[in-house]
């Protein structure tokens, strides 16, 4: 039995050497795995290329594309049941599959037949794999199959990714909830920025935002990234170097594959989120480029009044327009399907009504730029082929959801960056703090940042280029992108090293990714032990803060400051927003960008400035010192040691958890196949390591982290946590675990000679 059991699960697994034979394909199509599970695909033609493309990303991740569908889809509740309607609701609701099939329409004729490729390539590896009965052992588990893939699919996965990256309607929700629980001043120190044209807010139609959107899927806040180039006149081959690591989940499979791709005319590498063709991020032999997340305010909440005789009606101009009803049954395995609707009015679909009831008369829907037509494949497959910053800026003109920091590097010299996507035009900044009047023609946002003026630098009189989710623009720019930035330490320490450097090298660039220097505890520790020093504390407590005081800040797992610092601040949270002048809890998860008001508050007490916030809870002094004494009475209960034997890293620690390893331990031994890992780091350090704060489970980081120096553009450094593989009894599955926490890079050529050889045969 158990020989027959290995026999089985081992003949899912990719095959990397031999022959397969493909009738649809013109050409043979070669494939070289090397030594890192990455796949080179050489094809004659474009056609043969991009079917090999899905048939390999097939053969690696059908069971995370066929997921990735589903979720982005709103139709997980096929395959799962009951536990997923909600979130199916959700899906549904945004309409990001509605949006791909909208987008598709405006797509070139050539870019939609490179979508047909990779769907004919996918398709052919199910068929494959259902006449072997060879699928991934995760379908017998789920009891469902695959369906066709369709080039719908890999639009949709497309929109998800702008769905993971872009997000500021929830930070909208939430400051309207603050404003009509509290007093203006006090619920306005709360928002990212104090408005100077003050939001108002409509007291008389009062939504219940904690249960209108009870069910909502929220983004990670930490959905962020680095990315910076250097030119040659500061680097030691006097070529740009480019490095890029871009912050999202952290889980088994990997959400990027990296992969290579070439034809006589396309030579490029990099990686691609499974179930899209071309590559997104990486280079070719002309260029390079990396990306982070801009978060422009690029979602709008308005405010709807429903007609009370016909509710799908909705006040504009003083007249009822009717709102679209779109039916969306939702088919529930083992159960009855649901006869579900989405409203859309002329701003979007009303998204407080998933939650079935949230108040009556006013409701809330969304203004998207993903959810309008968007034609970012074609961007990406002509970025692919660009050969300098003219013809990559001009593939960028089609790249319009998320927005992103693209960071430009070419074998001519130069450097560049650009923010770019559509960012809409606000005529008051404040407008993007709080849900908006739907009834009112002034309040349309119909237009955006003109291409050609969004912020754009090529080759700067500094030698460097670098963004971290920072405010990208000065207060001179003359359009509005956003009222919350990420914390600017990450950037800071980015900026720092790369400023009091020169002759820099592939490796420094490394060690930069890897950087643990926490920027926020240099910035407060020194206040925060004079502020303190001479109360009464206990033994444990002083112990705590001569350790802090001794701390380098770095966020070492060997160290116990890190751990202290990271709890002591946990806790300043809890003591200011969870007291009896809180709000619930089940609104944290809409306080977004949460740390930059918590910043501010501090420092609005370091400096001896009202904050109510502070006052109300005895002070910046007494906040600290109850704060403290949580932080270090819960550490005591944790590890229950003599503090110089804490360690960050018994609490900080990652493992790549695959999707299916919390439904049986059996299923946690062979999915999750490493124990978990102590890692330094945190979410405001260089080494992106945002981890859950029950748990201290690293859920969010940087999968793929990349360096390359165009002096050798042929060779890029990479890695990609935890592997290449979505099969856990591939090589390539989780061999990558070790080398992400310890910053160990691997090669990938254009030009690579060696490793297993699998042809496609037509």
Known sequence: MLLFANIYLNRSVAQVKGTINLPILQDEVTVLTDSHGVPHIRAQNEQDLYIAQGYVQAQHRIFQMELSRRQASGTLSEVVGEATVNQDKYF???????????????????????????ADGVNMYIEDAKKANRLPIEFQLMDAEPAEWTPIDSLTIGKFMAFDLGGNWERQAFNYYVLSRFSE?????????????????????????????????IPHEFNGSNNWVVSGEKSASGEPILANDPHLGLATPSIWLQMHLQTDNLNVSGVIFAGVPGIILGHNEDIAWGVTNTGPDVQQLY????????????????????????????????????????????????????AEESGWGTVLSLRWTALEPTTELEAILEMNKATNWQEFEKGLEKFLVPAQNF????????????????????????????????WLAENELNEYIPFDELPTVVNPEKGYIATANNKVVGDDYP???????????????????????????????????????????????????????????SENEEAALEIIASWDYEDDAGEAAPLIFHQWMYEVENVLYSGHSGFPSSMMNMFTARGQTTDKIIRK?????????????????????????QAVQKLEVEFREDFSAWKWGDFHQVEFRHPLSSIHPVLEFFFNRKDPLPIGGSAITPMAAAHNRDTGEVEHGAPWRFVIDLANIETGYH?????????????????????????MFYETRLNEEEGKVLRFAK
Request: charged content about 30%.
């Open 92 to 118: 549904r609701t945004l309409g990001l599959r509605r949006a791909a099939e909208a987008s598709y329409e405006i797509y070139s004729e050539e870019s939609k037949q490179v979508l047909h490729w990779f």
């Open 479 to 537: 359009y509005h992108i956003s009222n919350v930035w990420a914390q600017p330490y990450r950037y800071e320490r980015i900026s720092e090293v790369l400023e009091e450097r020169d002759k820099l090298t592939i490796e420094d660039m490394q060690n930069l990714q890897m950087d643990q220097m926490n920027l926020q505890a240099r910035e407060f520790v020194p206040s925060f032990l004079q502020l303190i020093e001479d109360n009464d504390l």
């Open 719 to 743: 890695i990609n946590g935890p592997g290449q593989s979505g099969h856990f009894r591939s090589d390539a599955y989780h061999d990558k675990i070790n080398d992400w926490v310890n910053g």
């Open 407 to 438: 960071v430009f590097a070419a074998k001519d010299g130069t450097i560049a960056y650009k923010a770019n996507g559509n960012i809409p035009l606000y005529k008051n900044p404040g407008d993007a703090l709080l849900p908006l009047e739907g």
């Open 605 to 629: 007490g370091i400096v001896g400035e009202e904050s109510i916030w502070l006052d109300e809870n005895g002070g910046l002094e007494h906040v600290l010192i109850e704060s403290l004494t």
């Open 185 to 217: 001043e006090k619920a306005y120190e709360l928002f990212p920025v104090y408005p100077e044209n003050r939001p108002t807010i409509i007291k008389d139609e009062e939504i219940d935002i904690a249960k209108s959107f009870e069910h909502a899927v």
């Open 303 to 354: 405010l709807e009044k429903q007609n009370p005789e016909a509710p799908n009606e909705f006040l504009f101009e003083d007249e009822w327009e009717e709102a679209e009803v779109i039916p969306e049954p939702i088919h529930v395995r083992d159960g009855e399907t649901i006869d579900y609707e989405v409203v859309v009015t002329r701003h979007g679909p009303v998204i407080s009504e998933f």
